[in-house]
């Protein structure tokens, strides 16, 4: 009986170190307005990175809770290449049309921002963090969440 109790707990001891040490799947890259709750991205993911293959499109959702009333929003993209910041081009920066919201957004309201991008076949095989920030009218972010992807073929 003795051992099967030692073999319960460690077992049990395995599960919290594998669940503690589990790689997040985005982190908060300096949201100011606003609070993340959630993200979302419709690609699977393999290796501590979501694999984007070319080709295809992937849906990028953040919910999110607003706090301050945003009359106008505009997203920002960028990959980071080791210390290299690099503008990535959305078909769609205006953080208010498309995009599941609907400006203004009320102070202390939850929402929930998507966006559709494609993964051009012209991109290169690589593994990056995604940087995505949505900034309210005065230039200043609601929300940045940084997400590793690897681009695959």
Request: aromatic letters at 10%; proline letters at 7%.
């Amino acid at each position: 009986m003795e051992g099967r109790s030692v073999l319960l707990i460690t077992a049990f001891v395995l599960n919290i170190l594998v669940l503690c040490s589990a790689t997040p799947k985005y982190k908060d890259c300096g949201s100011v307005k606003g609070k993340v709750l959630a993200v979302n991205v419709s690609a699977p993911f393999v290796q501590n990175a979501f694999q984007l293959k070319k080709g295809d499109s992937v849906e990028f959702d953040v919910k999110f809770t607003s706090n301050e009333v945003v009359t106008k929003s505009t997203a920002k993209v960028y990959g980071m290449l080791g210390p290299a910041k690099i503008p990535f081009p959305i078909p769609n920066t205006d953080g208010c049309k498309d995009s599941g919201l609907s400006c203004p957004l009320k102070s202390g309201q939850n929402y929930e921002y998507k966006s559709n991008i494609p993964v051009k076949k012209v991109f290169p095989d690589v593994k990056v963090v995604v940087e995505w920030y949505l900034n309210d009218q005065s230039g200043e972010v609601i929300w940045c969440v940084a997400v590793p992807v690897k681009i695959v073929g």
